[in-house]
C-alpha cells in the first residue's frame, strides 16, 4: 500500500465520481473483485482521507492488523454503497385506504359487451385483481340472458394475444400516437379545401351511438367525403330481402318462445348470427317435451347444429332453396303463382309442412338463412305476413344499425372510388377488407392508389401492411364505448383494464380526425351527458347503467310492414321454372363456426374447437355429401382443385352425412396470411375464389380430383353409436306413451348388488344433468370450460394424433341414412362416478373420490401411468403428452384463472365438475353458517350453456333443481350397464315429427 | 467348432443327456475354455458391437424420452398404452422359462435341465432387466416412480395396493431378485473352478471374489444343495404369480378384451411358451459356434419343442375360450371387440397372431421337425413374433375401440417407440455377450453329475471342483 503522505509518490488523482462509475459498470463476482481492486488501487487513501476525514488518520497512523481490517470493511461498504447508480424515482405506495370492494383472491364482476359486427352482447365479466379472465353472461341482458356464445367465451384469449399489435407503426417504424394526428390532420387539411372529396372512412357495421355521432361530425365537416361499411358477416340479403319484399328497410327479430312450428330456411338460427344466444335460449324453451313442445323442419344444403336438431331435415342444393320457398307460398296461396315441376319429394314435405303452418297461424316462424337469397328473404316475409306471424312470432323494426347499407354495394363503391384515383386518405377503422374482400374486387391492388392509407386493427395484419399507418385497437375489454345488441337494446362498454399495448378505439381515432382528440371515457360520457341533460341526476344514471350494463328501454319499437306490389316478380324472373340456378355442382361459403370470417382466426381455443357437425379442428375444407364423394372417386383428405370462373383453389375434401348431393361448403376465415403465430396458414382462403356478386353461393363450380392428400385433424374418426344406446332419443308419441323410455332401453344393475354398505354422502353430493333434447351442441360450454380451467391449446399436429386436452367434448353421431341422417349431440364431460373404474386402478392415490362424491384428480401427486384414461369407459381424462401449456408467454400468464392449477408435463386431467367454485361456495356458506343454496354452484359449462342444458347442484337437496331433472323420466345414465353410476346423467332427446312425414 | 450334423441321427427316447466320450475333465475343459482360453473371437465382437451400438440407441432414445416427454411416443387417448406395455410384458414373458426351468424342473427331477439351466435363467434376468425399463420410463413423470413403492413418508401416502400396478412393483421386483439370487448362488461352484483355473491375476481376483471363498468341501455341497433347493423352492410360485399379476394389469379393468378370468392361466402359458421359444432361438445358434452339442444334445431341442407345442396349445385354446366367451357373455361390447379382432382396421395383425402361435408351431408334432435345427429356430422366431403380436393385440386393439365410439382412436409406434424397442434387444445381447464371455454358459458342475462316471463312482468323485 502506498503511503499517502509519501510526495515523491506520485498519486494519480481519484474521485469520488470515477470510483461510482467504475462500480455502476461492475456485477456479480466482478463487482467484489473491482473492490479489491480499487482498494489496492494508488489514490485510494487519499480517496479515503477526502471523503471520510475522521477515519482517515487512523489510515495515516501505523495501526494494528485487527484495526485495519475494521475501517478497511467499513470502509469498502461505504464506497460500495454510495457507488450505487441511483434508480429513477418511481413511488410506490401501498393502499393506504383500500380500493372499495378488492379483496385479494375474490374476484369482481364488471357488466359490459361484446360487439361482434357492430352487435353486442351483455356480459359479466370476472375479474381477478384487475385482470380479466373469464366471460359470463348478462342476465339482465335481452341478447344474453346469462349465457353467451364461443366467440365471447374465447375473445378473453383475445385480449391477452400475444400477437396483437402493440405499437403505432409507419412504414416498419414506430411512431408515437402524436405524429399519427400530426400525419393524420395533415392529409385531412389538403381535403377542406374539396370538402373531403378525397376522403373516404371504411368501418364495418356500426350501431354505437357515440361513434355514429362521431362519423356523422365528420361527415359534417367534410359534406364531400363518403363513409363505407364492409361487414363481411353482414347480413347484406336480409337487407335486401326486406326491400324487395317491403319497401323498407326492417330488421326482423324472432320470439321462439312462442312458436310452435319453425320452418329454417337454410337458417343456422341456432349455431350462428347475432341473435343465436337468445334464438337458444328460447328456442330450448320450446323443447321440453313435458311442455308443448315446437317443431323445427329445416331445409339446407349442409348439416348446421339448427338442422341437426330439427324434428324434419331435408338437405337441398343452397340454390335450390329459393325455389323450395317460393314453392311453399304456392302452396300456401301466398305468392300469385307456383312455380312448375315440382319434384315429388319436396311435394310431399310441402304439402304436409303447409298443413302444419296454417294450423299455427301467428304461432309459427320462416326463419331465412343470412347467406340465402334476397329472394328467399322476401318469401320469408311474405309468408311470416301471410301466417299472421308478424308482431306475434316475428317483429319486424327499423335496422339497428346506425346507417343501414348494402355492405358489398358499400364497399364495391369506395373500390370502384379508389380504382379511379378518387380516394386521396383511406381511414379504415377495426375492418380488414384485403382479407376478406372477395377476389374479383382486388382490394389490395386498389388500396396502392390511395395516397394516405391507415388502419386500426387488433392485429398487424394483411391490411395493415399495405397501410402508411397502422394503429393497436383496443380490445372491447380495455376500452370504452357504446353499443347495440340486435335488437336494439344499448349497453356501455365499460373497460375492464387499460389498454395492454396502449391501443386506440375506433372512437377515439374518429375523435382524433374530428380534431378534438380525447379519451374513450370522455367521448361516451359527453355523449351521453348530452343526451341525458334533459333528465338531470347523470352520474347516478351513469353508474346504474354501467352497474346494469344496459340502457332500459332502448329495444326498437316494432313497426308495421306490408308487402310490396310486384315483389315476387324478379324471383320468378330468376327460376324460369328451373329448381335451382344449375345442374353442376354449387360452392357455399359459409362463416366458419370457429374463426367467423377470419376475425377470431389467431384464437388457439376457437381454432381447436371442433367445429359441431364435422368435429374438424384447424382447418376448413370442401364438405360435400358422400353420394357426390362416390360419383368423383373422392375421399377424406383429398386433395381437389375448385374452378370458378376461371379462379382456382384447391381444398381437401370431407365427406359429412346429410350433405346435399352436388353441393359443396366451404368456410370463410382460413387460410390469412397474417393473423398472427396461431393462425397463419391455417386451412385456405376462401376469398381466392370468392367473386361479390356469388358472396354466399356460387353456382357452376368445377371440381377436379387432385393426386395430393392433405391431413386433417379431426377429434371424432368414428360416426355411429355401433348399436349401443349412447344418445337415448324418442319421438313424442313414444314419449307420451312411454316417459321412462330410455331407462327400459339398457338394463342397470340393481344398486343393492353388493357387499358392501352404500357409501353415505352427507352434507352435498353433487350432480349434473344434460338435456338432450335441447343441446345443440354449439361449443359454449367447451371454450367456457377452457377458459375456467386453464385448459392448454394442443395445436393440430397433437389434435391428430388423439391428444385434444378440452374437458368436456361433444360427441355427435350420426344414424340412418347417410342422405338425410339423424344427426345427435351428446357433450361429455367427466361423468364423476359413484364406482369410478379410473379411481381403483391408480397405483398412486393421485384420483380419489371426495366426501361429496367428486372424483378428484390430484395433479401433484400423479406420475402420469395412464392407466385410470385406459380404465375410463367415457375417455373423459386428458393426459400432458408434453408440456402443453405457455409458462413463458407473459401475457397469457395474466389470463390464466388464479383459483385453477396450472398443470404441466406428465400428469393426468380431467373435469372437476369446477370445484374451485364449490369450495368457494362452501367458504361462503360456512361463514354465513348455512349450506350451500341451490344455483350458488354453477358449473363453467352450465353457466354458458344458451339452451340451459346443462343443471348442476346438490342432489341430497330434495329441492335442487338437478334434484328435478334427476326425477325425469327422461333420466338416464351414459354406459349405466357397467355400474359406473354416473353423477353426471343425461335426459333423453325427445323430438317432435310430424305424423303425416312419418313413413 | 465342429460342423453340424447333416442329418438328424436317430435319436432314441432314452438318448443320454450328454454325447458318450466325456469325462469329468472334458467337461471343465471345454465348458471352461470359452471363457478362459479362446480369448475374444471375431463372430463374438461382431456381435457384441451391433448389440452394444443398439444399447447405445435406447440410452439416446431414454434420453430423449425424458427431456421431450412421452409425447414423442405414438400413444393417445384411447391408446395410452402403447408399445411400451406391449414390450414390458413381452420381455417378462421371455423370462419366464429361466425360473420354469430352473425350479420346477429342479424340483420334477427333469435332468435334462442341467445343460440349458444357467443360460436359461441369465436370459431370464436380462429379459426382466428390459422389461423393467417400460414401466418406469412410460410413466408421465418417470423420476418419481419410487412412490409406487410403500415407504414412510412425509407427505403420509401409501400407495394405492387395489391398483394391479402396484402389484405388478412387488411381483416384478420380487422375480428379479428371486431370479438374481437363484442364477448367482447356481453359478458359486462354477466361479471357484474358473478362479482355479484363470491364468490371469485379475481373472483369479474377480471369480475368486465371485466365488465367496468356495473350497467345495463336503459342508458347502451340503448347504448349497439345501440353499438351492430351498431357492427352487421360493422360485417355483414366482413362475405362476409373475405373468398372473400381470395379466391382474388387464384382467382388474373394465375394457373389452381385458376384462376376462382366463387370463392369469393363459398369460402364464404364453409366458412359458415365449420363454422357451425364446431359449431355443438362444441355444441352436449358441451351440453351433461353440460346438457345444454334445452338452447341449437333440434330445434337449426335442423336448423343449415339446414344452413349446404344449403351452402353445393352451394358447390356442385361451384365444378360442376368448372368442367363446365374448359369444357366451351376449355382451355387446364383448361381441364387438371379437368381431374388430377379427375385421377392424388391425385384422391383418390378429391374422398373422392366429398364423404365428397356432398354426405355425403344429410342425411340432412331427418328431423330424422337432429335430430339425433350422425348422426349430424358424419355428422359435414365429412364436416369439407371435407372442408379441399377441401382446398388441390385447392392448391395443382392445383399447382402440372401447365403449364411446365417439373416443375411438388409431394408434401406431412411431420411430422413438421402435427405437425403444430395438434398444432393449441391444441391451438384452449385450447382457448376453459379456455373459457368454466371461461366465460359463453351461453348468460345469452339473454336467459333470451327468458323465457316465459320476454314475459309477458317485462317492469317490462328487462334488470335486478342480
Do not use: H, I
Given at each position: 500500500m502506498s503511503d499517502p503522505t509519501n510526495p515523491t509518490t506520485p498519486t494519480p488523482a481519484l474521485d469520488l465520481e470515477q470510483v461510482r462509475t467504475e462500480l455502476a459498470s461492475a456485477r456479480g463476482r466482478h463487482y467484489w473483485r473491482s473492490l479489491d481492486e480499487l482498494a489496492n488501487r494508488p489514490g485510494f487513501d487519499a480517496l479515503m482521507a477526502r471523503e471520510f476525514p475522521r477515519q482517515a488518520p487512523g489510515l495515516l497512523d501505523a495501526v494494528d492488523r485487527r484495526q485495519f481490517m475494521q475501517l478497511m470493511g467499513a470502509s469498502l461498504a461505504l464506497a460500495g454503497l454510495s457507488a450505487c447508480t441511483r434508480q429513477p424515482a418511481e413511488t410506490i405506495m401501498p393502499y393506504v385506504k383500500a380500493p372499495e370492494d378488492i379483496i385479494p383472491g375474490r374476484p369482481l364482476y364488471f357488466a359490459t359487451a361484446m360487439p361482434i359486427g357492430g352487435i353486442g352482447t351483455g356480459l359479466l365479466v370476472e375479474s381477478h385483481m384487475g385482470r380479466p379472465t373469464k366471460i359470463e353472461g348478462n342476465p339482465d341482458h335481452p341478447s344474453s340472458l346469462g349465457a353467451t356464445d364461443a366467440f365471447a367465451q374465447a375473445s378473453v384469449l383475445g385480449l391477452y394475444d400475444p400477437d396483437r399489435s402493440q405499437v403505432i407503426s409507419s412504414a416498419g417504424e414506430i411512431r408515437p400516437w402524436s405524429a399519427f394526428t400530426a400525419a393524420l390532420d395533415q392529409a385531412l387539411a389538403a381535403q377542406t379545401a374539396s370538402g373531403g372529396a378525397g376522403l373516404r372512412i371504411l368501418t364495418d357495421n356500426i350501431t354505437s351511438p357515440t361513434l355514429a355521432g362521431q362519423i356523422a361530425a365528420l361527415l359534417t365537416k367534410y359534406p364531400n367525403s363518403h363513409w363505407h361499411q364492409w361487414d363481411p358477416i353482414a347480413r347484406d340479403s336480409a337487407r335486401l330481402g326486406a326491400r324487395m319484399a317491403l319497401g323498407v328497410d326492417a330488421d326482423v327479430r324472432y320470439r321462439f318462445v312462442d312458436a310452435d312450428v319453425v320452418v329454417a330456411l337454410d337458417a343456422d338460427f341456432l349455431g350462428s348470427g347475432p341473435a343465436q344466444v337468445r334464438n337458444l335460449r328460447d328456442f330450448s324453451v320450446r323443447r321440453k317435451p313435458g311442455g308443448s313442445m315446437n317443431r323445427l323442419y329445416a331445409v339446407e344444403s349442409s348439416p348446421t347444429v339448427t338442422g341437426a336438431r330439427a324434428d324434419h331435415r331435408m338437405a337441398v342444393k343452397a340454390s335450390a332453396v329459393e325455389f323450395f320457398a317460393w314453392a311453399l307460398a304456392g302452396q300456401l296461396g301466398v305468392a300469385p303463382q307456383k312455380p312448375k315441376n315440382v319434384p315429388p319429394e319436396y311435394a310431399k314435405w310441402i304439402a304436409a309442412l303447409a298443413k302444419d303452418l296454417m294450423a299455427h297461424r301467428g304461432r309459427s316462424i320462416v326463419v331465412p338463412g343470412d347467406h340465402q337469397s334476397p329472394g328467399v328473404h322476401a318469401l320469408a316475409h311474405a309468408l311470416n305476413i301471410a301466417l299472421g306471424n308478424v308482431g306475434k312470432t316475428v317483429i319486424c323494426t327499423e335496422p339497428v344499425a346506425a346507417q343501414p347499407v348494402y355492405s358489398m354495394a358499400s364497399l364495391k363503391e369506395l373500390v370502384a372510388a379508389m380504382a379511379a384515383g378518387q380516394v386521396d386518405v383511406l381511414l379504415m377503422l377495426g375492418t380488414n377488407p384485403v382479407a376478406t374482400a372477395p377476389a374479383d374486387l382486388d382490394f389490395a391492388a386498389r388500396l396502392e392508389k390511395v395516397g394516405f392509407r391507415a388502419h386500426l386493427g387488433l392485429y398487424d395484419d394483411e391490411t395493415a401492411q399495405l397501410c402508411h399507418w397502422h394503429i393497436p385497437e383496443a380490445h372491447y375489454l380495455e376500452s370504452w364505448g357504446d353499443v347495440r345488441s340486435e335488437e336494439g337494446t344499448i349497453s356501455i362498454i365499460q373497460p375492464l383494464i387499460a389498454p395492454l399495448y396502449d391501443g386506440k378505439s375506433v372512437l377515439e381515432v374518429m375523435a382524433a380526425a374530428n380534431g378534438r382528440p380525447q379519451s374513450g371515457y370522455d367521448l361516451v360520457r359527453a355523449f351521453w351527458g348530452d343526451k341525458r341533460k334533459a333528465a338531470g341526476d347523470f352520474d347516478r344514471w351513469w353508474r346504474t347503467t354501467l352497474h346494469d350494463g344496459l340502457i332500459p328501454d332502448t329495444a326498437l319499437a316494432p313497426k308495421a310492414i306490408g308487402v310490396r306490389s310486384n315483389w315476387i316478380d324478379t324471383i320468378i324472373q330468376n327460376h324460369d321454372g328451373k329448381q335451382d340456378d344449375t345442374e353442376g355442382l354449387e360452392l357455399v361459403y359459409r362463416l366458419d363456426s370457429g374463426v367467423l370470417d377470419g376475425r377470431f382466426a389467431n384464437n388457439g381455443w376457437l381454432q381447436e374447437a371442433p367445429r359441431p357437425i364435422t368435429k374438424l379442428t384447424w382447418d376448413n375444407a370442401a364438405l360435400i355429401s358422400p353420394a357426390t364423394a362416390r360419383r368423383l372417386k373422392l375421399q377424406n383428405e383429398d386433395v381437389v382443385e375448385l374452378t370458378h370462373r376461371g379462379r382456382k383453389l384447391e381444398v381437401p375434401v370431407w365427406i359429412v352425412p346429410g350433405n346435399a348431393d352436388d353441393s359443396i361448403t366451404l368456410a370463410l376465415g382460413y387460410g390469412r396470411k397474417r393473423a398472427g403465430r396461431v393462425g397463419d396458414g391455417v386451412g385456405v382462403d376462401a376469398n381466392l375464389i370468392r367473386t361479390s356478386d356469388a358472396a354466399w353461393i356460387a353456382a357452376g363450380v368445377t371440381l377436379a380430383k387432385t393426386p395430393r392428400t392433405y391431413p386433417l385433424a379431426t377429434t371424432q374418426e368414428h360416426h355411429s353409436m355401433e348399436g349401443r344406446h349412447l344418445v337415448r332419443e324418442a319421438t313424442l308419441a313414444e314419449y307420451t306413451h312411454e316417459p321412462a323410455f330410455a331407462r327400459e332401453l339398457v338394463e342397470e344393475p340393481a344398486?343393492?348388488?353388493?357387499m358392501y354398505p352404500p357409501h353415505p354422502y352427507e352434507g352435498a353430493a353433487w350432480g349434473m344433468t344434460i338435456d338432450l333434447?335441447?343441446?345443440?351442441?354449439?361449443?359454449a360450454c367447451v371454450i367456457a370450460c377452457n377458459a375456467e380451467n386453464n385448459i392448454p391449446v394442443v395445436g393440430k399436429e397433437q389434435v391428430a394424433a388423439g391428444?385434444?386436452?378440452?374437458?368436456i367434448r361433444i360427441d355427435r353421431y350420426f344414424e340412418g341414412e347417410e342422405t338425410n341422417p339423424t344427426i345427435v349431440h351428446q357433450p361429455v364431460p367427466c361423468m364423476q362416478c359413484e364406482n369410478a373404474p379410473c379411481e381403483v386402478v391408480c397405483p398412486v392415490n393421485a384420483t380419489v373420490h371426495s366426501s361429496e362424491g367428486l372424483n378428484d384428480m390430484v395433479y401433484n401427486r400423479c406420475v402420469g401411468t395412464k392407466y385410470c384414461s385406459n380404465n375410463c369407459p367415457y375417455k373423459v381424462r386428458r393426459f400432458n403428452f408434453f408440456k402443453y401449456q405457455d409458462w413463458t408467454t407473459e401475457s397469457l400468464k395474466l389470463a390464466r384463472?388464479?383459483?385453477v392449477t396450472v398443470r404441466s408435463y406428465g400428469v393426468m386431467e380431467k373435469c372437476t365438475y369446477c370445484v374451485q367454485r364449490i369450495s368457494q361456495a362452501r367458504i361462503v356458506s360456512r361463514r354465513e353458517d348455512r349450506d350451500v343454496r341451490d344455483g350458488e354452484v354453477v358449473t363453467a359449462c352450465a353457466q354458458a350453456c344458451p339452451a340451459g342444458s346443462i343443471v348442476f347442484g346438490d342432489l341430497n337437496d330434495p329441492e335442487s333443481r338437478v334434484a328435478k331433472t334427476k326425477a325425469d323420466a327422461r333420466n338416464y345414465s351414459l354406459l349405466g350397464d357397467l355400474n359406473t353410476r354416473p353423477r353426471t346423467t343425461y335426459l333423453a332427446s325427445v323430438r317432435n315429427p310430424n305424423p303425416e312425414l312419418e313413413s | 467348432m465342429s460342423p453340424p450334423p447333416t442329418s438328424p441321427p436317430d435319436v432314441t427316447v432314452r438318448q443320454p443327456f450328454i454325447e458318450p466320450g466325456h469325462t469329468f475333465e472334458s467337461v471343465t475343459d471345454k465348458i471352461g475354455a470359452i471363457v478362459l482360453d479362446q480369448g475374444v473371437r471375431r463372430g463374438w465382437l461382431i456381435g457384441f458391437t451391433i448389440s452394444f451400438a443398439l444399447l447405445m440407441l435406447l440410452l439416446f432414445a431414454l434420453t430423449n424420452l425424458v427431456a421431450q416427454g412421452i409425447g414423442i411416443w405414438g400413444i393417445n387417448v384411447p391408446v395410452a398404452w402403447g408399445f411400451d406395455i406391449v414390450n414390458f410384458v413381452w420381455w417378462i414373458g421371455i423370462g419366464h422359462a429361466g425360473t420354469l426351468i430352473s425350479a420346477i424342473l429342479l424340483l420334477l427331477r427333469q435332468q435334462w435341465r442341467t445343460s440349458i439351466n444357467r443360460f436359461a435363467e441369465a436370459m431370464t434376468l436380462f429379459a426382466v432387466a428390459c422389461a423393467g425399463i417400460y414401466p418406469i420410463a412410460h410413466l408421465?413423470?418417470?423420476?418419481?416412480?419410487?412412490?409406487l413403492f410403500p415407504y414412510p413418508n412425509t407427505m403420509g401416502m401409501w400407495p394405492n395396493f387395489r391398483s394391479p400396478l402396484v402389484w405388478d412393483v412387488f411381483a416384478v421386483s420380487t422375480y428379479a431378485t428371486v431370479s438374481f439370487m437363484f442364477w448367482f448362488v447356481g453359478l458359486i461352484p462354477d466361479l471357484a473352478t474358473l478362479r482355479d483355473r484363470s491364468e490371469s491375476r485379475v481373472g483369479r481376483f474377480i471369480y475368486g471374489m465371485l466365488a465367496m471363498g468356495w473350497r467345495g468341501s463336503a459342508l458347502h455341497w451340503h448347504r448349497y444343495e439345501t440353499a438351492y433347493l430351498l431357492l427352487a423352492g421360493l422360485s417355483t410360485p414366482l413362475v405362476v404369480s409373475v405373468h398372473t399379476i400381470v395379466s391382474f394389469d388387464f384382467a382388474?379393468?373394465?375394457v373389452p378384451g381385458w376384462h376376462a378370468t382366463i387370463f392369469p392361466p393363459y398369460f402364464v402359458a404364453g409366458a412359458i411358451y415365449a420363454g422357451f421359444a425364446m431359449v431355443l432361438t438362444l441355444a441352436i445358434p449358441l451351440r453351433r459356434y461353440y460346438g457345444l452339442q454334445d452338452f447341449i444334445t437333440l434330445r434337449h431341442l426335442d423336448n423343449m419343442a415339446r414344452v413349446m407345442l404344449a403351452t402353445g396349445l393352451v394358447v390356442a385354446y385361451g384365444y378360442m375360450m376368448e372368442t367363446f366367451v365374448a359369444w357366451y357373455s351376449a355382451s355387446n361390447y364383448e361381441a364387438f371387440m371379437v368381431t374388430n379382432r377379427f375385421f377392424g382396421p388391425y385384422n391383418k395383425l390378429y391374422w398373422a397372431l392366429i398364423f404365428c402361435n397356432v398354426i405355425a408351431p403344429q410342425v411340432l408334432w412331427f418328431k423330424k421337425l422337432r429335430l430339425h435345427q433350422g425348422w426349430l429356430f424358424l419355428t422359435s422366431i414365429i412364436v416369439s413374433i407371435g407372442m408379441w403380436l399377441e401382446r398388441y393385440i390385447i392392448i391395443v386393439v382392445s383399447l382402440h375401440r372401447d365403449f364411446l365410439p365417439s373416443s375411438w382412436g388409431m394408434y401406431a409406434g412411431t420411430r422413438w417407440d421402435w427405437a425403444t424397442f430395438v434398444g432393449t434387444m441391444g441391451l438384452f445381447m449385450s447382457l448376453l455377450f459379456l455373459f457368454i464371455r466371461f461366465l460359463p454358459m453351461i453348468s460345469i458342475f452339473e454336467m459333470r453329475t451327468m458323465v457316465p462316471d459320476a454314475k459309477v463312482d458317485e462317492d469317490a468323485h462328487a462334488g470335486g471342483a478342480h
Open positions: 344398486k343393492d348388488m353388493t333434447a335441447s343441446c345443440v351442441g354449439c361449443n391428444r385434444e386436452m378440452q374437458w384463472n388464479p383459483d | 408421465g413423470r418417470p423420476w418419481l416412480a419410487y412412490w382388474v379393468s373394465v
